[in-house]
């Protein structure tokens, strides 16, 4: 079983942090979406909601940042462009700081408004104080990150779309399936055809 990335594909690693990193942000998009307009209560039982699986997710989300910068970018696919290769390349890049962003603005903006973060039951008390500046500066740079990485998401499934239905290019199958296993499978498919 590949674990690590190959020149032209990505291992089992890099395919399950990708996942578990888009379900974690569209959950956390959602419930955030969600505190902003409900009453007061609701509200806050939704922020601790989203404050609990940022914190739990914490490590894993940071893991998926230092993976990629560590592991680098693909290659560029045989008919690719060095243009679109390049604007693909550095937006996963930027999503990607977008991303560390929000896991240091979240926090932040709540301990310097005072409060404490809530995760399941437990309070995490502030250790930086309350700076009214500080914590506006944060919230509105949360928010700006949040617009961001959805515009980058919706870009991102057009992006697979181009790809799967335009190109038909193999790109979907990369975070699908780990590059050893699919030349395994590919090389079965060459070997029936052969039979047939």
Do not use: C
């Not at 991303?99 to 240091?104: D, K, P, T």
Request: charged share 15%; proline share 3%; net charge positive.
């Amino acid at each position: 079983m590949r674990t690590a990335d190959t020149g032209n594909g990505y291992g089992w690693i890099s395919i399950a942090l990708h996942w578990l990193t888009a379900a974690i942000v569209l959950t956390m998009f959602v419930i955030g979406s969600m505190s902003q307009g409900a009453a007061e209560e609701a509200s806050l039982r939704l922020v601790h909601l989203h404050t609990t699986i940022g914190v739990t997710a914490y490590v894993l989300l940071w893991g998926r940042i230092v993976w990629r910068f560590m592991m680098g970018h693909l290659g560029p696919l045989p008919r690719q462009g060095a243009l679109f290769f390049a604007i693909g390349k550095y937006f996963h890049f930027l999503l990607l700081v977008a991303i560390a962003a929000m896991l240091i603005s979240g926090p932040a903006m709540i301990w310097l408004d005072g409060a404490p973060i809530h995760v399941f039951s437990v309070e995490i008390s502030s250790p930086l104080g309350k700076l009214p500046g500080a914590q506006h500066v944060l919230r509105a740079l949360h928010g700006y990150a949040a617009s961001f990485i959805l515009a980058g998401m919706v870009l991102h499934v057009l992006a697979v779309f181009k790809h799967t239905v335009i190109n038909r290019d193999g790109t979907f199958d990369k975070i699908m399936i780990a590059a050893g296993a699919r030349n395994d499978r590919l090389d079965v498919a060459s070997r029936n055809k052969v039979k047939a």
